[in-house]
């Protein structure tokens, strides 16, 4: 099995999306990041499945919903930049 890398910002940004929807409730903020985490493992078995972006440093990107997960293929699988909302200003956080 391919193994999936958070940086500190990424750690970060899931744990900001989670503060997020658990205001409202936090049973359905555990649930979205379980399907935040279960897409990046099926990214890391299948690296090519997102877009490479060269304006973004040539990370790749795939979207989950209205947010981003911006990752870079690894030879033990990916390691995850950042998970970003779709409406934030992407060009200027990367």
Wanted: proline share 4%; charged share 30%.
């Amino acid at each position: 099995m391919k193994n999936v890398r958070f940086t500190a910002l990424a750690r970060n940004d899931l744990q900001e999306i989670y503060d997020f929807i658990s205001r409202d409730n936090p049973k359905v903020a555990t649930d979205y990041l379980l399907i935040i985490k279960k897409h990046c493992e099926l990214l890391a078995a299948n690296p090519k499945l997102g877009v490479k972006r060269e304006e973004y440093c040539g990370l790749y990107k795939f979207p989950v919903d209205n947010y981003l997960i911006f990752y870079r293929p690894s030879q033990s699988g990916i390691e995850v930049i950042r998970v970003l909302h779709g409406s934030r200003d992407i060009e200027s956080i990367l």
